[in-house]
Every structure is written in C-alpha cells, then in structure tokens.
C-alpha cells in the first residue's frame, strides 16, 4: 500500500497512476470457488418447519403428527397400568400412614368442632392436608371460643377465606391464624346475611311461578356469599322494574320442581342437559317466564334423565369398587355423571388386576399423583389411540 501512494506521487501532473496491490483478491477468489456452494447441494442448514396447511393441501403426510398418533396408539389403558402399577403402590404404601394420620385428625376436629364435613377445593396431597387440619387444631387449643361459631358447618380449605354462596366457611391455606380467627368470630354476620340470601330466592322464585333458583358449584364458577347474593340481588330488581306479575298458584304451566342456576356472563337463557335453565342476571323477564314455560316439559324430562342417570352412576361405581377391590373409586368434579358411567361400564368389562387396593380417580389424563392414586381419563381406550 505504502508503495502505490509514493508511486502515484511521482507520477506527472495531467494524469496520475495508482497501482495497488491485487494479491489478496485473487487469493480470496481461489478460496471462494474452492469452497462448494450449498445452494448447489439443494440441502438447507436446518429442517424445514412446514405448516399443517401445506400438508393438507399437498396431502402429504405430517411427520409430527405421525409420531403423535404412534404415542397416542402406545398409551393404553392396560399398557400404562402396566408401567405405572407398581410405582403407585409404592407411593400408596409409603402414604398409608399419614393417610391414617389425616383421618384421625379429621374425626378428632368434627367431634371437637361439631362440623358437618371438612373438605379440599383443591387437589393438595395428604402430607400438606394433615398440616392444615394440624393448623386449624393448634387455632382450636389456642383459642377455641371463636370457633364455636362454626357448629353445624362445613369446613372447606381453598385459596381464599370467607363464606361460599353454599354456605361454607373457606379457610385460606396462606391465611395465618389472625385471619381464620376474625373470620370465625364473624360468621354470625354471614349466618345472617345467609338468611337474607334464602328470603332473596324465596322472592325470585315467587315472581316466576315457582322455579327454585339453586346454586350449583360443580357448574358455576366459585363464588363467595357475598357475590352470590349481589347477583341474586340484581337479578331481583330486574323482576320488579319489569313489574312480572306473581304466579302463586300451580297452572298448567307453573314451573313448580323446575330449577334455575343464575349466570353473570350468559348473553341468553338457555336449558342446560340435566335439566335446570341457565339465566343470565340481566335477562328481560317477561321474554324469560316465556322461555322458561316453553321449554318446562322438556326440563322435567331431563330432570328424570338426570335422577336415573345419578342412580346407574352409583350402582356402578360401588359395582367397579367390588369388582377390582379398589380402595376407593371417586371423580374429577369436571367430570359428569354420563361420563363416569361411561367409563364405569367399560372398566367392568376388563380384568386389571393392577387395581387391587388402589385409589381409582377418573379424570381428563392419565396420572400417578404424589400419595399412589392412579387418576385414568374417562374416555379411556384398549389397544386404539385415544381421540
């Protein structure tokens, strides 16, 4: 470089010359053509993702989806029993005696405590269970005077503490003593405002001719006291801005049986499959007691549906306990009554002898949780993929 600028100083003055080096060009060149280029190979540097639209419209076949279907077709009912069986009855082994610890302490604080029941909201495993009832028990030691305002009731350990809209009292698992106490030394108010939530409905159903308005937690969402009855309350004053006449007297047409669950995020009254009218809070009543009463005989047919339904349901759930010696034999609350007959009707068509003394949970998946219960999905199948 230095060379070609004294060069092109010692050129004339009209024109001047610089001659630069050319070396490392041609050298660079060589290593280009000397390397071979991929776009002539035709082979890219990294798979090709394509979308599923490609393959529905060329209709070759997805790869991907190939291998799904093979792991769905492997995953059987009696194949994964096969490979789940024994590490369950381990965990179930190893869980028997806190298992016991929790009954125990159960009985020991519905005595203490005069309870109807204590419940889970959640799926919490038997160790975090016993040191919740452990929890409640040292509050009663402590203090018990506070907590006889719960006689009668049912105790229900969720996320969150307060009074359900069925009228349970949630104690919240992040909640320290401080808060389970104040909550208990208020229930009086909640009793109270459980009073006035049953003369609400009372009144609602008097001004629809007799449908009892129910509140069904295994199809609505989680709702507080306090929610449930600012709902029924708005729904209350919408009847009486419409002015609905009152129907005190059975007619061919009362709806007297009939039952209504009440909905803050429905658009229109619809019948539900197991016969109750799901009604928006907002709905117009004079276009709803129309509805209501056009749809009442098919309401009352799927009520029976539901009766007879619930009754096959048990017969073969204690069927399928006795049958497999199962332990116990319980379900996802997600899961319905014609589903788990389903299910329950297939199973005893089976010999799984995997099942002896286990915990049977029919759920949405297959899974061995953390205290040996084996959870199946309802729609299970025997040797096919599942759909």
Request: with cysteine; net charge positive.
């Amino acid at each position: 470089m230095v060379r070609a600028l004294l060069q092109a100083r010692r050129g004339g003055g009209g024109s001047r010359r610089i001659c630069l080096p050319v070396e490392h060009v041609q050298s660079l060149n060589t290593n280009v053509h000397s390397q071979p280029l991929k776009e002539a190979t035709g082979m890219p540097d990294r798979p090709i993702k394509w979308h599923r639209s490609y393959y529905s419209f060329t209709g070759f076949k997805d790869p991907d989806e190939d291998l799904a279907h093979v792991s769905r077709v492997e995953t059987t009912l009696t194949s994964w029993l096969g490979s789940n069986g024994k590490g369950a009855v381990k965990k179930l082994r190893n869980s028997l005696p806190l298992r016991k610890e929790l009954d125990r302490l159960k009985n020991e604080l519905s005595e203490l405590l005069q309870l109807s029941d204590i419940r889970w909201q959640r799926g919490w495993g038997v160790a975090h269970r016993c040191s919740q009832l452990h929890s409640l028990s040292r509050l009663a030691q402590q203090n018990l005077e506070p907590l006889q305002n719960v006689k009668g009731c049912t105790v229900v350990f969720t996320d969150r503490s307060g009074m359900s809209a069925l009228g349970h009292v949630m104690l919240g698992t992040m909640d320290v003593h401080h808060h389970w106490t104040r909550l208990f030394e208020s229930l009086p108010s909640y009793f109270d405002l459980q009073r006035r939530m049953s003369a609400l409905e009372a009144q609602i159903s008097n001004l629809l001719g007799g449908v009892q308005v129910v509140y069904m937690e295994e199809l609505q969402p989680a709702l507080t006291l306090d929610q449930y009855y600012s709902l029924l309350h708005t729904f209350y004053n919408q009847l009486l801005r419409s002015r609905v006449p009152p129907q005190p007297h059975p007619h061919p047409q009362s709806l007297r049986g009939l039952q209504m669950v009440l909905s803050s995020d429905r658009y229109a009254p619809s019948l539900h499959e197991l016969g109750h009218f799901d009604i928006p809070a907002l709905s117009d009543p004079a276009s709803l007691q129309s509805f209501m009463r056009t749809k009442a005989q098919q309401a009352r047919e799927n009520m029976t549906r539901r009766e007879k339904l619930k009754v096959m349901e048990n017969e073969l759930i204690q069927a399928s306990t006795k049958q497999f010696s199962l332990e116990k034999l319980y379900k996802e609350p997600s899961i319905s009554s014609r589903q788990m007959v389903d299910c329950c009707k297939r199973l005893l068509e089976q010999s799984l002898p995997y099942l002896h003394g286990m915990h049977l949970c029919v759920s949405h998946f297959y899974s061995v949780m953390q205290d040996g219960d084996l959870c199946i999905p309802w729609n299970w199948k025997k040797g096919e993929a599942m759909k």
